[in-house]
């Protein structure tokens, strides 16, 4: 098993950018695929972009439009979530997750951190 810790939310105006960072222990790092989600207060988890393993293969929600690039140092047992062009509804707490498997479904991942506050706002 791994656990997981979100670091670098926080209040940004719209059109500005954020760098999530996920930093993993535990397991060997490379054999989880590692996922974020986001989620506002009386709506469920929304699949926001996973990686596999290797960092080869990249998943993105419908509402990223390009505008985040999901990456990892393999080396660092550190996964990464460049946001661009942050709009108010991007507003969410971001959580990071750890599965065996690429799914973009949050019943797949096992492990979950915290999470961590991103705020869009002027």
């Known amino acids: 098993q791994i656990q997981v810790v979100e670091s670098g939310g926080g209040l940004v105006q719209p059109g500005g950018s954020l760098r999530l960072a996920c930093a993993a222990s535990g397991d060997t790092f490379s054999n989880y695929v590692l996922a974020w989600f986001r989620q506002v207060p009386g709506k469920e988890r929304e699949f926001a972009a996973a990686?596999?393993?290797?960092?080869?293969?990249?998943y993105y929600g419908d509402f990223v439009k390009g505008r985040f690039t999901i990456s990892r140092d393999n080396n660092k047992n550190t996964m990464y979530l460049q946001m661009n062009s942050l709009k108010p509804e991007d507003t969410a707490v971001y959580y990071c997750a750890g599965a065996r498997n690429l799914d973009r479904s949050y019943r797949a991942y096992k492990y979950w951190g915290q999470g961590t506050q991103v705020t869009v706002s002027s």
């Open positions: 990686i596999s393993g290797t960092g080869l293969t990249t």
